[in-house]
């Protein structure tokens, strides 16, 4: 199984992107994503972006994630 995080792009210079995940940046590869621009949310695997997204598809990701947390703390 793996887990894709949706990531926001902060900048672009090459095939490289500066994402914020959770609060922190991290530079990934967009080679897969040609599409993606500063603004954007992707989906990130293994230091690569693989799938363009939508901010509401991201806040659905993540409100799903919090509910899930919170199941398995009670």
Do not use: R
Request: net charge negative.
């Amino acid at each position: 199984m793996c887990l894709a995080i949706p990531s926001k792009i902060l900048s672009i210079k090459g095939h490289t992107a500066e994402i914020d995940v959770g609060g922190n940046t991290k530079e990934v590869n967009i080679t897969l994503t040609p599409e993606a621009k500063v603004g954007d949310y992707v989906l990130l695997h293994a230091g690569f972006a693989i799938h363009v997204m939508d901010e509401q598809a991201a806040e659905e990701i993540f409100d799903a994630w919090e509910v899930a947390y919170a199941a398995l703390q009670e």
